[in-house]
């Protein structure tokens, strides 16, 4: 394959990135890459709540389009990235939840008319959307979240509920990250979808985030947990796959690095559920890593000069 995109399409699945639209505006060469070797995008910030309802009925739309629309151009597919998370939320709603303003009453319609207006307005431009973000902790507890304290665990059927009627052909799904290996986690989430099934909730994916460092070793289980997942029924994807390393990079991180990339590409290749494989950023000269991660970064395909590091080679050599 002479691309990521060709890549792809060669194995009947979509290669995606999550995107900076600062620089999908104002810079060409990002841009360039972007739409060469990508098929499937997410916006890393712009459809969040705090960027799409800054003040309370006050929308901002104009970046979370941009992302539709260049993508429209460039023959990619959407994923909405996120409908009920803990954070990234309006200083307007968290505070009123807080100083009690913002009963529970209010706080459930609130969030309904949330899912619904962003989910209308993008209808049948979004393939999948990840209606909820992270709602389990690590140890396997739910996350405590103004959602679960003030709604209830019922929030959850509510938001995938909600989701489906605004755009029934979109793809639902629950997202997390470590869910490619701590089985507290796993387990929960596992019981969290066969319980929303059972109710005949409209769940269809589940989302693992990827969020992987060379340090702390390759999740080898993660092909048989997607397998898992994915003999639910459910479509898999992986949404927002990096791999860190803790600075200055050398040349052996780097090809550790590629090392992983390939293998988290080959388990979602073996997986038939398995259809999207999104990268969280493509480009070291933009990732959230350096600014979250002390001392560690070099996290993506590209370097910050756009060249393709291992990894992106790596990735070309699969299959
Ligand atoms: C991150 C963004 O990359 C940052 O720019 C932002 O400051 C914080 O959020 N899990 C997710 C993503 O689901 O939304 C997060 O994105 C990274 C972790």
């Not at 390759?218 to 791999?243: C, H, I, K």
């Not at 990268?279 to 001392?295: A, C, K, L, M, Q």
């Amino acid at each position: 394959p002479r691309d990521l995109r060709e890549l792809a399409y060669q194995n009947g699945i979509r290669i995606g990135s999550a995107v900076n639209i600062a620089a999908l505006r104002d810079e060409a060469d990002y841009r360039k890459v972007l739409n060469r070797e990508f098929s499937h995008v997410t916006a890393e910030n712009a459809m969040k709540w705090e960027s799409v309802e800054p003040e309370r009925g006050v929308f901002t739309w104009s970046d979370a389009d941009a992302l539709v629309d260049n993508a429209r151009r460039n023959n990619q597919k959407v994923r909405g990235h996120t409908l009920v998370w803990h954070n990234q939320l309006p200083a307007w709603l968290t505070s009123g939840v807080e100083n009690g303003t913002i009963d529970a009453a209010e706080l459930r319609e609130i969030l309904r008319d949330h899912i619904t207006t962003q989910v209308r307005r993008y209808k049948g431009k979004i393939r999948a959307w990840d209606v909820v973000n992270e709602v389990v902790n690590d140890d396997g507890t739910m996350r405590q979240s103004i959602w679960l304290t003030h709604l209830g665990p019922g929030y959850i059927a509510d938001a995938f509920r909600w989701a489906h009627r605004a755009d029934p052909h979109a793809r639902l799904y629950i997202n997390d990250y470590n869910l490619e290996w701590n089985a507290p986690k796993i387990e929960t989430t596992f019981s969290i979808v066969k319980d929303l099934q059972a109710q005949g909730v409209p769940i269809h994916g589940i989302g693992f985030q990827g969020h992987l460092g060379i340090q702390y070793g390759y999740p080898g289980d993660w092909a048989n947990v997607m397998s898992r997942f994915a003999d639910l029924g459910l479509e898999v994807a992986v949404t927002e796959l990096d791999v860190r390393m803790e600075l200055p990079v050398t040349s052996e991180k780097l090809a550790t690095q590629a090392d992983y990339y390939r293998r988290a590409l080959t388990d979602c290749l073996g997986v038939k559920a398995c259809r999207e494989f999104t990268v969280w950023g493509f480009t070291d000269r933009h990732s959230w890593v350096p600014g979250w991660f002390e001392g560690e970064g070099a996290a993506c395909l590209f370097d910050e000069n756009l060249a393709p590091k291992p990894a992106y080679h790596a990735l070309l050599g699969v299959k």
